[in-house]
């Protein structure tokens, strides 16, 4: 019994929470360019102090030799950042990555990473990729959010065209304990995945 009381709460709040995920996506790809450029921005601030920022001049200005006069501008479009940025690879980011593992802080972004994931390798290597613990909090909002909003609307039940009470047992999630290591620097390697011990709570929503 508690565990279906609890299900259904969550499946309630999970409800509410897909369908404004759902309308932010519909807001945002309306204006995706403009989203988009805003978000660009909005990162290049918050990492304008990090080793990576001062590498790429994220904080500093530059030279803009279109106006003729070598005045100085900072990154303030996407055009500036297409400019003075290069198109790069996992390569390209590599020795940014050895530094985080290290347990180097304020490398890549100014948080403490959450952990170091490794990719399946399924392009031919396994690759390393710190984890801002920004990425958790997107991923559940703009990501399961809309997709729970997805899944409630896809599998319909009788009534009436409106949400009386969530309907239960529409979703199953396979989920594992992986086998973490450990970055020189102390942080957790392995699988971004998520496992049975990341939130028990959410669990409810599968059993």
């Given amino acids: 019994p508690y565990s279906i009381w609890v299900q259904s709460l969550t499946n309630l709040f999970m409800t509410r929470l897909g369908s404004i995920s759902a309308s932010n996506l519909d807001e945002t790809c309306a204006n995706a ?4 450029e805003q978000l660009l921005l909005s990162l290049v601030e918050a990492n304008k102090d990090t080793v990576y920022g001062r590498d790429y001049g994220f904080g500093v200005t530059c030279t803009n030799n279109d106006n003729g006069r070598g005045k100085k501008t900072s990154i303030q479009s996407r055009d ?3 400019r003075l940025h290069p198109i790069t690879n996992h390569e390209h980011y590599q020795s940014y990555i050895d530094r985080v593992s290290n347990g180097e802080p304020n490398v890549m972004f100014p948080d403490k990473p959450r952990m170091i994931a490794e990719t399946s390798g399924t392009s031919g290597t396994r690759k390393l990729l710190p984890v801002n613990p920004l990425q958790r909090k997107v991923f559940f909002l703009e990501g399961i959010g ?7 609307k896809g599998v ?4 009436d065209g409106e949400i009386k009470w969530p309907n239960l047992q529409k979703s199953a999630k396979l989920m594992f304990r992986p086998r973490y290591g450990t970055s020189p620097g102390g942080l957790r390697v392995g699988p971004n995945s998520s496992s049975p011990d990341d939130n028990k709570t959410l669990l409810q929503l599968y059993t």
């Fill in 33 to 36: 360019a403009k989203v988009n």
């Fill in 80 to 82: 500036d950042f297409v």
């Fill in 146 to 152: 809309t997709t729970f909003d997805a899944l409630i």
């Fill in 156 to 159: 319909k039940q009788k009534t």
